[in-house]
């Protein structure tokens, strides 16, 4: 079933799920040949189909043509192997804000032939450990500027051999820069198989507990040449610009993999707060937008403001619900629809969403071609039309846990089930209705309220706690904790901040709570199990 492997160390082979555990996979359409490598395919493929001198990336005050793109890759891929000794199927862990020296490492890790796995800056030394550990990761590339948490991570790692800093800004001072600087700019690449992993990304489950989705060369192919050729018909004058990090594979298909593979050009932000983003778009006339729809509403009072986003042509709305006024409002100012999709890491992007000439308010459109959408009920068959249900899918990607036991709940009879609850109506259209989990989802991040949990739990303040998601005008949701404090502690907004900055010390701060509520008791069951429905209804 599997084609042939370059891999030396073959720890993501040896650890895909067992076959019977496996989606069906629809591959029609998407043939690649046995041999295939992300990272060519992306930059030298490019150079030789003539772009070589049009803009691949922008940011940091520059821009690099797919040639100067070509070239800096192939001299880190150089480094990697002469100096830092990576094997074909290491995995090297790269953390980064959204910079053009972030994909060029990314490019480079998938030249030599190793597995990336692309973490966020806000990630914690914990949080670092526990991935490092999952994946068994031999080495990390880090933007010299977030090098503290991994330092803390690496100190006590069994696995991590080596740790090597790269300037993410435009000056190319730091280790991984310097190895480079005098390496030659042809690199032959790892001719590795299509079905040999390139990229784990990660997703926490409700547990909080890292869960690694394992995705091979073709399938970073497949989204390119599936949902960004049918649904968004990239161009190579686009201009890519979005606010989702390039660790998420929603940021790196939508700011990478996607303008990369057609000729076009990204536009990278560190900080893609919704100001920022505005006064890109304008200033390089960006085409195609990701974000989620938080940053959409600010757009549009931009734009009674004076903003000039008339350039887009695609506005993506992925990460939490698309509220219909809003959708009514960008159409009413634009003229131009704004394309609701949902994708899931263990899907690597997009595979429901709205298209330019066949899109409705408050509906998540149908299957992007090659996937197929049901909606089912506890026992796996399909609920009447217009019932809510659990959304199942399967198509030419899907899911494949990095050695989990969660590998089962997540696929059945083939089918890749979701998490997510939907509505399919009379005409095949699917709405979404809510999660199925306890997953908080606050302006495009998904947020576990256990990990979040186990954070308070850790103050000597707190006795016990639950968290939950509360509906947010702003963010669709933000983490609300149900606190109850030790003895003697006393509640006020004081020992809330003081909870609030040690969640944000602790992990990642975009999960700390928004919201405290100090309360004598939790509801619970008579087995002791806190209820906390009864706290989302209250």
Known sequence: ????????????????????????????????????????????????????????????????????????????????????????????????????????????????????????????????????????????????????????????????????????????????????????????????????????????????????????????????????????????????????????TFGLGGLAVFPLRFGAAAALLENASPPNMIE??????????????????????AMDEGADLSSLRAAVSAGETLPAPVYDEWIAKTGKPMLDGIGATEMLHIFITNRFDDHRPACTGRPVSGYEARVIGEDGAEVPRGQVGRLAVRGPTGCRYLADDRQAGYVMDGWNVTGDAFVMDEDGYLHFAARNDDMILSSGYNIAGPEVEAALLAHADVAECAVVGLADEARGQIVQAHVVLREGVTAGDDTAKRLQDHVKATIAPYKYPRSVVFCDTLPKTESGKIQRFRLKEE
């Open 1 to 248: 079933m599997l084609g042939p492997s370059a891999h030396n160390d073959t720890f993501t082979r040896d650890n895909l799920p067992p076959l019977d555990q496996w989606p069906d996979f629809l591959l029609e359409g998407f043939d690649y040949p046995d041999h295939v490598n992300i990272g060519v395919e992306l930059t030298d493929a490019m150079v030789a189909r003539g772009f070589g001198d049009r803009t691949a990336l922008i940011g940091n005050g520059r821009r690099r043509t797919y040639k100067e793109l070509s070239d800096w890759t192939n001299r880190l891929a150089h480094a990697l192997v002469d100096d830092l000794k990576v094997k074909p199927g290491n995995r090297v862990l790269i953390r980064s804000a959204n910079n053009p020296a972030m994909v060029a490492a990314w490019l480079a890790v998938t030249k030599v032939g190793a597995v990336a796995v692309n973490t966020m800056p806000m990630l914690r030394a914990g949080e670092l450990s526990k991935i490092v550990d999952k994946a068994e990761i031999t080495h990390a590339l880090c933007d010299t500027r977030l090098m503290d948490e991994m330092a803390i991570c690496a100190k006590t790692s069994a696995f991590l051999k080596a740790v090597v800093g790269f300037d993410g800004t435009s000056n190319h001072d730091a280790e991984l820069d310097r190895l480079a600087l005098e390496k030659p700019v042809q690199y032959d690449a790892v001719r590795t198989g299509r079905d040999d992993v390139a990229l784990l990304g990660f997703t926490s489950g409700t547990t909080g507990a890292p869960k690694a989705t394992m995705h091979f060369h073709r399938d970073i192919l497949i989204i390119a040449d599936g949902y960004a050729r049918e649904v968004l018909d990239v161009q190579p004058e686009d201009v890519f610009v979005g606010s989702p990090p390039l660790a998420f």
């Open 280 to 301: 890109i778009i304008q200033k390089f006339r960006a085409t195609v937008c990701f974000t989620a729809p938080t940053a959409y509403r600010v757009m549009l009072q």
